[in-house]
């Protein structure tokens, strides 16, 4: 059994869960074993089409697992050569780097062919090589199977909302990710309108205001349960279990409670699957899931890039996708604020976060053209891309609408600081610089028969429900503290620490 030749299958498997046993819950269950399927017959179609090429199974495992194993390798190899130069020659360029390791596998190709001597042996040890490379993956993936696949945890705490009135405003809840506060975006070089724009169309600009947390799910799951995720996080200080912070934004309050108001709850999601689709929508919205994200990190690799370019598909591009999928969100939100109300909407948009597909314009922007810029440009032009498109949605929403609506668009973190995108960053070694860019946020309101003057300019999105609910529906939710939080790292994102008043300042919120 050791002669036949079932390396390839088991390399393919290493492939797409390698991602997960490193960060347990970055992929739910289902999607890995959805991943795990393609990736197996990804690896059986080429091994058959190897073995009519060569007519030698044991030829034809060998070139698939090489070949699987050069597509992440080269990944990891090439930042070590991307900005090597001599005399002026950059040698790491990708075109360079693609057509050596081409050429090198070709050769590799032909030499195998001609080569007449039984590979048996060399069968049983890639065998060996393999099954010793995936078992540490599958035992720390089997580690954390208990919880995950449980799917259920401790609930947090919820206190129970009331409502004592019965208007029913459609409510539109926008959260563009990563996009910056006014302070980061000066800071940039980035010179927009879109407060002066929301001003006069009645938006509140919450101009001080930052996120609770400084990461995408925590920031999310705090505002949609109009709470802190301290009894969350209670005795899990040193976990890297996402699942639990997943299953709390998964049921939110904000969902239930207005789906117990008759609310037609309509979610568009990106491809981030904690966010992706929700248990308690109406109708989820979402394009271009039939490919497991696990194989389209691995579609996205260095070595791909060739075909990737001659298709140019959002099907087999996560680049490409994302232009798509931005701007048939924009179109879906316009086209259901014709649709009969009541109705909450959430749309989770993943702009101006990467990858950086959009130029100034709104046109597609190829990998080529983004590396040939400085990042904070190509930041900056995805912010004025999304401006464009929150216009045109704010626009058609407030036009389209039969009773004036209720809009929140909100920013659920900064971008991230050169240097601070790693797992492992240790956020308590951050600068204050750093933290300020990664808290300071767009927090906007539209909120009909609202004095703006009524307001203040930290109000923080842990509150921006409790101030909807409390206006619209009657109900008596305090004022939170608006306070804001780090976490050690992503391996432990339940560690948190306050950098409230390390970012503000002098400009200490006034609740506390």
Do not use: C
């Amino acid at each position: 059994m050791t002669r036949v030749p079932v390396h390839p299958f088991l390399v393919a498997l290493s492939v797409v869960l390698t991602s997960y046993a490193a960060i347990p819950g970055a992929s739910h269950p289902s999607e890995l074993l959805r991943a795990s399927g393609v990736a197996v017959a990804v690896a059986a179609a080429l091994f058959l089409a190897f073995g009519a090429v060569y007519r030698d199974r044991h030829k034809a495992a060998l070139v698939v697992s090489l070949l699987l194993v050069v597509l992440v390798a080269v990944d990891s190899f090439y930042p070590l050569v991307e900005n090597l130069a001599i005399a002026g020659w950059h040698p790491g360029r990708r075109r360079y780097v693609l057509s050596i390791t081409y050429a090198l596998l070709v050769a590799f190709g032909i030499a195998l062919y001609a080569r007449r001597q039984p590979l048996a042996g060399v069968t049983a040890f890639a065998n060996l090589v393999s099954v010793v490379a995936l078992y540490p993956v599958v035992m720390l993936a089997y580690a954390h199977a208990p919880t995950v696949l449980a799917g259920a945890h401790a609930a947090a705490a919820r206190l129970p909302i009331t409502a004592t009135t019965t208007a029913k405003p459609d409510i539109y809840y926008v959260v563009l990710d990563r996009y910056a506060g006014e302070e980061t975006l000066r800071k940039y070089g980035v010179q927009n309108d879109l407060t002066e724009y929301l001003g006069t169309r009645g938006f509140f600009v919450a101009r001080e205001s930052r996120a609770n947390y400084i990461k995408t799910v925590l920031s999310i799951a705090s505002s949609l349960n109009l709470d802190y995720l301290d009894d969350l996080a209670r005795g899990r200080s040193d976990s890297s279990d996402f699942m639990p912070i997943y299953d709390h934004l998964a049921s939110h309050r904000v969902g239930a409670f207005l789906r117990s108001q008759g609310y037609r709850y309509e979610h568009l999601g990106s491809w981030y699957w904690p966010t992706r689709t929700n248990r308690q929508a109406t109708r989820n919205v979402n394009y271009y899931d039939a490919i497991p994200r696990p194989v389209m990190r691995h579609l996205d690799s260095i070595m791909f890039a060739p075909v990737q370019h001659a298709l140019a598909s959002p099907w087999v591009d996560s680049r490409r996708q994302n232009w798509v999928r931005v701007r048939r969100q924009v179109d879906d939100v316009l086209r259901i604020a014709g649709e009969p109300g009541p109705k909450f909407v959430f749309l989770h948009m993943l702009v101006p976060h990467p990858p950086n597909v959009f130029d100034r314009d709104g046109s597609y922007l190829s990998l080529d053209e983004e590396s040939r810029r400085p990042w904070r440009e190509n930041y900056g032009n995805q912010v004025l891309a999304a401006d464009a498109m929150l216009k045109r949605l704010v626009d058609g929403i407030l036009r389209t609408s039969s009773l004036p609506p209720v809009i929140l668009l909100q920013g659920d973190e900064g971008p991230y600081p050169q240097g601070t995108e790693s797992d492992t960053y240790d956020w308590r070694q951050a600068s204050l610089e750093h933290l300020r860019e990664r808290s300071a946020i767009l927090n906007a309101y539209y909120l009909p028969g609202v004095d703006p003057h009524a307001l203040d300019s930290h109000l923080s999105p842990v509150n921006s429900f409790r101030v909807v609910f409390n206006t619209y529906f009657g109900t008596d939710l305090p004022r939170m503290p608006d306070r804001t939080f780090g976490h050690i790292s992503d391996l432990r994102p339940y560690a948190f620490f306050d950098i409230t008043e390390k970012v503000a300042g002098d400009r200490i919120e006034r609740h506390r």
